[in-house]
């Protein structure tokens, strides 16, 4: 009994807490997550210098990170190529310009749509499981074994882990922009009668090198947000297998919320 008054009192005093003291404790706990991050990404970068990682741990992250997420980003990749041609077709129709519909398909899935949505899709997928696996690594103590052996985790786990991420997610859009286009080149001729050969000439006049570049270029970004906030929440979970769960889920919210951020700037930078 006295236990569950202290859980309703302690409820109740969370309930009381006012506005301030609210937006307070949630601006030093996203402090202390950029700072935590801040500090792993410096002891990511003097382990580049020379680089100290382990080879066959960055092959099978290549290929499990990589290989193993084409299904989800194909699917994902020519579903947003149909969806950009369905909301370019009101103005295609409208104006009869059916020559522009390589361009309205094109520009915003290369520059914007297609990246975001396959980062966030990565997100789901490969950032999750990899917190979930350094978390699970932490709470069984295997971390602290691999020190007990003289085998620095970051450079054996860590290291590989992201430069996997940054460089899958950068292959996985350019993997995606291609399919992307087939896509809208499909939907394009089915739902509106535009061919093929209309879609991709009018696509190749008027999109240039630079928009491709800054999709890939966000990637990159992207793969990095996302690779260091799943490393850092992986890296310290406490609190057994509930804190492994807690860990995924603020994981997957930070690098969601990273790579609109990033995307933000990015998009002001590479305009």
Known sequence: MSATLRAASTVADDDNDSLPERIG?????????????GLLTGRLIKRMFPPRLDGPELWRNLHK???RSLPIVAVTALFTGAIMVIQAGVLIRRFGAEGLLGWGAGFATLREVGPILIALMFSGRVGANNTAELGTMKVTEQL??????????????????????????????IFGDVLALVGAALTGQALLGVSTMTFYNGFIETIRIWDLA???????????????????????????????????????????????VMDYFSTYLLQ
């Open 144 to 173: 602290d074994a691999l020190s007990t052996l003289a085998i620095d985790p970051l450079s054996y786990l860590v290291l590989p882990r992201v430069i996997s991420m940054v460089v899958t997610l950068f292959v996985l859009t």
């Open 65 to 67: 990170m990589g290989v």
């Open 214 to 260: 800054t999709g890939l270029i966000k990637s990159c970004f992207f793969g990095l947000v996302i690779a260091l906030s799943s490393c850092h929440f992986g890296l310290n979970v406490s609190g057994g297998a509930p804190g492994v769960g807690r860990a995924v889920n603020a994981s997957v919210v930070a690098s969601a919320s990273g790579v609109f």
């Open 25 to 37: 404790t949630a601006f030093f706990s996203i402090s202390e997550q950029l700072g935590g991050v």
